[in-house]
């Protein structure tokens, strides 16, 4: 069973850049195709970025250019690097592995205008 934790989070001004971690449990981590989701209030839940077992990555149209997903497979974990923050990303931002049905508790992020 994957187990994710997710953290990195936090109140940041627009412009400012936040390192988001999220630590998987599950021998099947390096196989596995990571996403991180993003839902703000009100909304439904959305793909941000995901990163293959290759190194493939695809992004959202409104983070290209600003967001990284990059993985460490020797330790379990993929990141997403976001720059450029804007209040629009305010949002609580979860990872998943494809192969689990599994969330994590995600972890809020909160860009002030």
């Known amino acids: 069973q994957v187990h994710l934790v997710e953290s990195g989070g936090g109140l940041v001004q627009a412009g400012g850049s936040l390192r988001l971690s999220c630590a998987s449990s599950?021998?099947?981590?390096?196989?596995?195709?990571m996403s991180w989701y993003r839902q703000a209030p009100g909304k439904q839940r959305e793909l941000v970025a995901l990163?293959?077992?290759?190194?493939?990555?695809n992004y959202e149209d409104s983070v290209k250019g600003r967001f990284t997903i990059s993985r460490d497979n020797a330790k379990s974990t993929v990141y997403l690097q976001m720059n450029s923050l804007k209040p629009e990303d305010t949002a609580v931002y979860y990872c998943?592995?494809?192969?689990?049905?599994?969330w994590g508790q995600g972890t809020q992020v909160t860009v002030s205008s």
């Open positions: 998943k592995a494809a192969s689990s049905s599994v």
């Open positions: 599950g021998s099947i981590f390096s196989i596995n195709t």
């Open positions: 990163i293959t077992s290759t190194g493939f990555t």
